[in-house]
């Protein structure tokens, strides 16, 4: 019974895949012009996640960890020099991590379909952003439910293209073009180490799969992890160098620093847009790809003490956490600073994941998604009332849209990590696993993570605010202020209810914990050796420790924005400690964007320009108008021949028998008696032939 | 008298003829040579008639070159009628029977 409910997980994500097909060839003839059709097959997706994650959860109950699979064999080639037999099948499984991910996806996906239904509304190419947006859920379950990493990939490249085409979805706009263009193109960076690392993978293993169950069994990971390349002489372990790889295609889609450049422009799209893809769900997509090869990650820090590529992925997470923290704190426009904002977020999962904490960061993709599609589906709600996203402009609005106001500042609550809250819950728990797991670096990046911490209550709460607390900064724009209609306010109220208790599934008591004692690896790969034993004195510290971190970023944006006391960071408040510079490079983005256009931008462009004035000067030059020259000469040549040689010979013929038409005619006189004497010489001349030449 | 004699005397006629054909410039003087011309054939059958009267191994006298003679008399003079006709029309278009004025047909 449970295995035919698990099986039913194959059928979630065709539900948004029929759904966009049926509205690409018939849009604008079904319901709603398609958004009926999409938002259906996502409560369907979500009814049978209900039915898949209730037969996990009993198959858990029982003390059955082993993860339910089913795959068939896909594409079978003959035995090719050096490999045996190469094979490639198709399959999907059901574990832990795809049940929190399911559960994320489809329901967070509905509501924010749901809120798009009214936010869309008007929009004369309605249809189009349906079956964009089922095509890309449709992709996002796949890559939940993928078996290998080859069906990843594939699901993982069809979400990039989504967002592509999401971003860009008002393609009459240029910087949405733009935007689109840089996504995709910065994605595809990482995308590049991802590939290479999936097709050593699939070299090195001694069985040559791709498939998670038959990479992880012991065997294989013992082989992987005594395997070692040798590259200009160094000693290269194959295991971390994988591990590497296959981070840099989370570093790429899940925007850590370095290739974070692409999500703040990505706030071109729709902001149901930007809710969905570039907050709740594709850019966690990065973090559940580690989650998925946390094997590859983990398995030298199980067996030698640490693993490099874990410290990799928790100092580059806590670097970007701190890194675009001080961005948010620099911006006005609320999008930006909400994608400032998961960017920073997205940092804390990675953060998670290097300091051994697999669950805690399962645990806060879950509330961030929650928290950050409701904050995010806000200021679509914010911008439908007054048409800007602009804070300057922005003040008051508490008492012009209260709803709005109300299920915001509950997000805000989950965001910056006050108790009670989802958020609270889920920070603390990577915390905690930061400051538990051995090794000496992560102390430092338990520091960033509290810094971050701090940062995050202050642009949280400046957000907050600027926008609904104070006094209206635009007369006109507070005039026009005005609620938003149902169909967009009663998702906001569901994602505030989600925002506010979805966290309580992992309050670290145990009788409650759902996340630390339900959803955690299988046995062999546990990971509770790595970090010190879990001291409950020490966590309540902790926790007191966060909130009141959490308090003095709460106070200081109270402090600046609604007593005034304090002179704020963009009125010069910063320079009596000397940290105005740092504003300013934060509020420039650190000019990572104008390093990248100088330098490989620009370095690809003069490659092209130099492909290109060689593509005109040498290949059109020389081939193809040498070519051209050289038949134009031997046509001449053959010109001449024909017009000379061959039409002299015509003439020749023709001349010849005129001339001896000429010389032959002179024989007709006329007149009778040169016939006459023609004739009698003649025969005088046949007589002597005869008769005397004989 | 011989064979060959005779022979030699129509071939001096002969010539004789066409000399007067190609040389003269009247068409009457040039139907007096073709005249000239047969009455020297004429000599010619008469006398190979009268040195070989009888073809080998026949009985009976043979008149054969005497006979053609008269032939060619017949056709002689059916020839001058004809040509004088052609003299006459000639004449009527022409006003002159210099043959060599009757030279249009040439290149």
């Known amino acids: 019974m449970t295995d035919t409910l698990l099986s039913l997980a194959i059928l979630i994500p065709l539900c948004p895949l029929l759904a966009f097909f049926a509205i690409v060839f018939f849009g604008r003839k079904l319901p709603r012009q398609g958004a009926g059709v999409a938002l259906g097959a996502m409560v369907v997706a979500f009814t049978l996640m209900l039915l898949v994650n209730g037969a996990w959860l009993s198959r858990l109950a029982q003390q ?56 869309m509304e008007g929009d004369p190419w309605y249809p189009r952003f349906f079956a964009y947006m089922s095509l890309f859920a449709a992709a996002m379950l796949g890559v939940v439910i993928s078996n290998s990493l080859l069906w990843f990939f594939i699901c993982w490249e069809i979400m990039g293209l989504c967002s592509y085409l999401l971003i860009g979805y008002w393609y009459d706009k240029p910087s949405a073009m733009r935007a689109a263009k840089k996504a995709f193109v910065v994605t595809r960076v990482g995308d590049v180490g991802f590939f290479i690392g999936i097709l050593t993978l699939y070299l090195t293993t001694s069985a040559h799969t791709l498939t998670f169950s038959q990479i992880f069994s012991p065997a294989e990971m013992a082989h992987l992890d005594h395997t070692r390349w040798v590259f200009a002489g160094f000693p290269i372990p194959a295991l971390t160098a994988i591990a590497l790889l296959i981070f840099c295609g989370s570093i790429g889609k899940s925007a850590q620093f370095p290739l974070h450049v692409w999500l703040p422009d990505a706030m071109e799209g729709p902001t149901p847009v930007s809710a969905l893809i570039h907050a709740a769900t594709m850019v966690a997509a990065g973090v559940y790809l580690v989650a998925r090869t946390y094997p590859i990650f983990v398995y030298p820090a199980l067996h030698h003490g640490s693993s490099t590529a874990l410290l990799v992925v928790a100092g580059i ?60 589906l806000g200021s679509g709600s914010v911008f439908h009332s007054t048409h800007t996203y602009d804070m300057r402009k922005m003040g008051g609005l508490w008492k012009k849209m209260p709803t709005t106001g109300w299920t915001f500042g509950a997000g805000c609550l989950a965001l910056s990590g006050v108790p009670i809250f989802s958020g609270f819950w889920s920070k603390d728990a990577i915390l905690n696993q930061a400051w538990r797991a051995n090794g000496v670096y992560y102390k430092f990046i338990f520091a960033f993570g509290m810094f971050g911490a701090l940062l995050t209550a202050f642009y ?21 202020a005005h609620e938003s209609p149902k169909i967009m306010t009663i998702p906001l109220a569901i994602l505030a209810i989600g925002a506010i208790s979805i966290g309580w599934l992992g309050i670290p008591i145990e009788s409650i914990n759902v996340f630390g004692n339900t959803i955690t690896l299988s046995t062999p790969f546990a990971t509770a050796a790595l970090a010190a034993p879990e001291q409950p004195f020490l966590t309540w510290m902790m926790a007191l420790f966060s909130i009141i971190v959490v308090g003095i970023g709460w106070w200081l944006a109270y402090a600046i924005y609604i007593q005034g006391r304090l002179r704020a960071p963009e009125e010069g408040g910063l320079r009596r400690w000397g940290l105005q510079g740092p504003y300013y490079l934060a509020s420039r983005l650190w000019y990572v964007d104008e390093i990248y256009s100088d330098s490989l931008v620009a370095g690809t462009m003069a490659l092209s320009d130099m ?24 046509s001449k040549i053959n010109d001449w021949f024909d017009r000379s040689i061959v039409d002299g010979m015509v003439r020749l013929v023709a001349g010849v028998s005129g001339k001896t038409g000429d010389v032959l005619r002179r024989v007709q006189q006329g007149v009778i008696q040169v016939y006459a004497l023609i004739v009698f010489v003649s025969v005088f001349a046949l007589i002597i032939v005869v008769y005397y030449l004989r | 008298m011989t064979l060959v004699s005779c022979m030699v005397l129509a071939a001096l006629v002969f010539s ?70 052609i003299v006459l029309a000639v004449y009527r278009n022409l006003r002159t029977i210099n043959v060599d004025q009757a030279s249009t047909l040439k290149f």
């Open chain 2, 16 to 85: 004789i003829g066409l000399a007067c054909v190609i040389v003269h410039r009247n068409a009457v003087r040039v139907l007096m040579g073709i005249e000239l011309m047969f009455n020297a054939v004429n000599i010619n059958l008469v006398a190979i008639n009268y040195f070989h009267p009888q073809p080998a191994g026949a009985h009976g006298v043979f008149l054969t070159g005497q006979l053609f003679a008269v032939f060619v008399i017949t056709v002689a003079a059916a020839e001058a009628a004809v040509g004088l006709a």
């Open chain 1, 317 to 376: 997470g806590a670097f970007t956490v701190v890194f675009s923290a001080t961005m948010a704190v620099a911006h006005f426009d609320i999008k930006k600073v909400l994608a400032y904002s998961t960017i920073s977020q997205l940092g804390y999962m990675f953060m998670a994941l290097g300091s051994f904490g697999w669950s805690a960061a399962l645990f806060h993709l879950m509330t961030h998604a929650w928290f950050k599609a409701l904050l995010f």
């Open chain 1, 460 to 480: 949280t709460w400046r957000m907050f605010f600027l926008t609904f607390q104070g006094e209206a900064r635009d007369e006109h724009i507070f005039e026009h």
């Open chain 1, 611 to 634: 492909a290109g004035s060689f593509d005109n000067g040498v290949v059109d030059g020389a081939f193809v108008n040498g070519s051209a020259l050289l038949t134009i000469w031997f």
């Open chain 1, 64 to 119: 059955n960890a082993v993860p339910f699979e089913k795959s068939l064999l896909w594409l079978r080639l003959g035995a090719a020099p050096g490999l045996q037999n190469v094979s490639l099948s198709a399959g999907y499984l059901v574990d832990s991590a795809t049940a929190v991910l399911l559960f994320v996806v489809t329901a967070v996906g509905s509501l924010i379909f749901w809120f798009a239904m009214g936010y």
